[in-house]
């Protein structure tokens, strides 16, 4: 009986602290890393610019282009638990909906139509995260709502002026500084290739 009540609440914290660290990463790359970032900026920085300005293209993207980088990462956490004899059901978990955390934020880009039932039931559900949910991320200036599979922790971390606060607490530690992004109105112009992309798009 015990088993009924703590298994499901062991699985739904494996999936927010999933949430949670997909929801750190989102943040770092939106407030530190741009396209001339060096090492990563072009691997992350540039596409995550090209999201801000242009959301729906990420849902062309297939699986593996959205989800490459989170799935190496989750592999190497799988392999490293196993090595270390503490690979467990709660490790796969949290690997299997880490490794796929971008491809639940392309869902909530999509239509209904491009989503399918299955998909928007669970939207509906609230089990994944809703494009209405999401939407408020895409809100300037684009600084609230960063974990991406629920819709549970946002409010929560969002009303306790979590990244804000984590922000600041940077600066005054490392003197980093939020960079502007140009995708919001007075935070610089957009990159040339971006205008090219909208001309084109």
């Not at 015990?2 to 062991?10: D, E, S, V």
């Not at 090492?39 to 282009?65: A, D, E, F």
């Not at 909906?97 to 399918?116: P, Q």
């Not at 039932?117 to 939207?123: A, E, H, N, V």
């Amino acid at each position: 009986m015990n088993n009924l009540i703590t298994l499901p609440l062991q699985a739904a914290g494996v999936v927010l602290a999933a949430d949670f660290v997909a929801g750190l990463i989102h943040w770092i790359e939106d407030a530190y890393i741009r396209e001339d970032t060096p090492l990563v900026g072009k691997m992350i920085g540039k596409p995550n610019t090209i999201h801000h300005h242009l959301p729906r293209r990420m849902t062309r993207n297939s699986w593996w282009q959205s989800n490459r980088e989170q799935l190496l990462a989750m592999s190497a956490l799988v392999v490293g638990a196993a090595l270390m004899g503490r690979l467990s059901w709660q490790v796969w978990l949290f690997a299997i909906v880490g490794g796929n955390a971008n491809e639940v934020h392309k869902w909530s880009h999509r239509t209904r139509k491009e989503n399918g039932r299955f998909i928007s039931w669970l939207q509906d559900l609230r089990i994944l995260q809703t494009p209405q949910h999401h939407a408020i991320h895409h809100t300037n200036p684009k600084e609230v709502k960063y974990c991406p599979v629920t819709n549970v922790l946002n409010p929560i971390l969002d009303r306790m002026h979590f990244w804000s606060s984590l922000e600041w607490l940077l600066e005054r530690i490392t003197g980093l500084k939020r960079r502007p992004d140009t995708s919001v109105p007075g935070q610089g112009i957009p990159p040339e290739w971006i205008a090219e992309m909208r001309r084109g798009h």
